[in-house]
């Protein structure tokens, strides 16, 4: 059974940082593109961050860029996210995603409907 596990979300103040992490277990995760995504109470999920199966592809929100960096360790079967410069916006449940495969193309990445595993999310809240 597949299983994505995440990690590391907590109360943090604002312009503070934090590290989510996503275990995979049940089946190898090495080759598949991986994402994080997001929702605030009341709001649609919202991608957050790529990376593709073998690290080499990135992307990010605009609302992230230059402060949240994904990366991937696949020898441990895991996703991270760091996140630096908090915002109060940026609280919300924090959800890891894989897609069956890999090579989604750059406008497909974004979608939630294009994975296929999800965590079952962890929260991150941010105080001003």
């Known amino acids: 059974q597949v299983q994505l596990v995440e990690s590391g979300g907590g109360l943090v103040q604002a312009g503070g940082s934090l590290r989510l992490s996503c275990a995979a277990s049940?089946?190898?995760?090495?080759?598949?593109?991986m994402a994080w995504f997001r929702q605030a109470p009341g709001k649609e999920r919202e991608f957050v961050a790529f990376?593709?199966?073998?690290?080499?592809?990135?992307g990010n929100s605009d609302s992230v860029k230059g402060r949240f960096t994904i990366s991937r360790d696949n020898a441990k079967n895991t996703v991270y996210l760091q996140m630096n410069r908090l915002k109060p916006e940026d609280t919300a449940v924090y959800y890891c995603?894989?897609?069956?495969?890999?090579?989604?193309?750059?406008?497909?990445?974004?979608?939630?409907?294009?994975?296929?595993?999800w965590g079952r999310g962890t929260q991150v809240t941010v105080s001003s």
């Open positions: 990376i593709s199966g073998r690290g080499g592809a990135k």
């Open positions: 049940g089946r190898t995760f090495s080759t598949n593109d």
């Open positions: 995603a894989a897609h069956r495969g890999s090579y989604l193309i750059t406008s497909s990445r974004a979608s939630p409907s294009m994975y296929d595993y």
